[in-house]
Antibody
Framework: EVKLLESGGGLVQPGGSLRLSCAAS????????MSWIRQPPGKAPEWLGV??????????EYNPSVKGRFTISRDNTQNILYLQMNTLRAEDTAIYYC??????????WGQGVMVTVSS | DIQMTQSPSVLSASVGDRVTLNCKAS??????LNWYQQKLGEAPKLLIY???NLQTGIPSRFSGSGSGTDFTLTISSLQPEDFATYFC?????????FGSGTKLEIK
């Protein structure tokens, strides 16, 4: 059974940083692309970026809306996906989801973690 | 960015109805269109990938069609558990984008 469990969310001040983690199990982690997607409360989801699999060199792509502030990485020995978020703004307030992806198509999503950016 | 426009934004229907949800892309996205179902307080769940492929474990009353810029999700006979919000998502061109959703509510 595919399981994805995000952690690391919380309240952070504007300009601050936060690192989210996503612990994956139930599949061969290195075979899959992994994505981060966020959803402000009551709004549509927004795709943030993807990190490719081992066969494609673990390279990354980002939404320009977060490129340069957010960094996606993965620990393939512990099956953990990360999202490092810097220079956070109020508009970054959202539920953040990790998702396993078949190439660029997210299939299984975690339950999400809330990030609130406020002073 | 490719804009994904979903219609209607709200759809009222009854159990047993056949319903069609629409998603229009601002540019050609080939076949790279997914449909997700989201219930309140839950993560989105993949229903259909690449226009017309049913995700494992999803009932066959869900089907998808379309190509290029116009896509549809059809539910052949609504069940009580189908009342939720549905999002389309294109993964053809960067940055990938979601539609604003169709809320399917009980009439």
């Amino acid at each position: 059974e595919v399981k994805l469990l995000e952690s690391g969310g919380g309240l952070v001040q504007p300009g601050g940083s936060l690192r989210l983690s996503c612990a994956a199990s139930g599949f061969t982690f290195t075979d899959f692309y992994m994505s981060w997607i966020r959803q402000p409360p009551g709004k549509a989801p927004e795709w943030l970026g993807v990190i490719r699999n081992k066969a494609n060199g673990y390279t990354t792509e980002y939404n320009p809306s977060v490129k340069g502030r957010f960094t996606i990485s993965r620990d393939n020995t512990q099956n953990i996906l990360y999202l490092q978020m810097n220079t956070l703004r109020a508009e970054d307030t959202a539920i953040y989801y990790c998702a396993r992806s078949r190439y660029y198509s997210p299939d299984y999503w975690g339950q999400g973690v809330m990030v609130t950016v406020s002073s | 960015d490719i804009q994904m426009t979903q219609s209607p934004s709200v759809l009222s229907a009854s159990v047993g109805d056949r319903v069609t949800l629409n998603c229009k892309a601002s540019q050609n996205i080939n076949k790279y269109l997914n449909w997700y179902q989201q219930k309140l307080g839950e993560a989105p769940k993949l229903l259909i990938y690449n226009t017309n492929n049913l995700q494992t474990g999803i009932p066959s009353r869900f089907s998808g069609s379309g190509s290029g810029t116009d896509f549809t999700l059809t539910i052949s006979s609504l069940q009580p558990e189908d009342f939720a919000t549905y999002f389309c998502f294109q993964h053809n061109s960067w940055p990938f984008t979601f539609g604003s959703g169709t809320k399917l509510e009980i009439k």
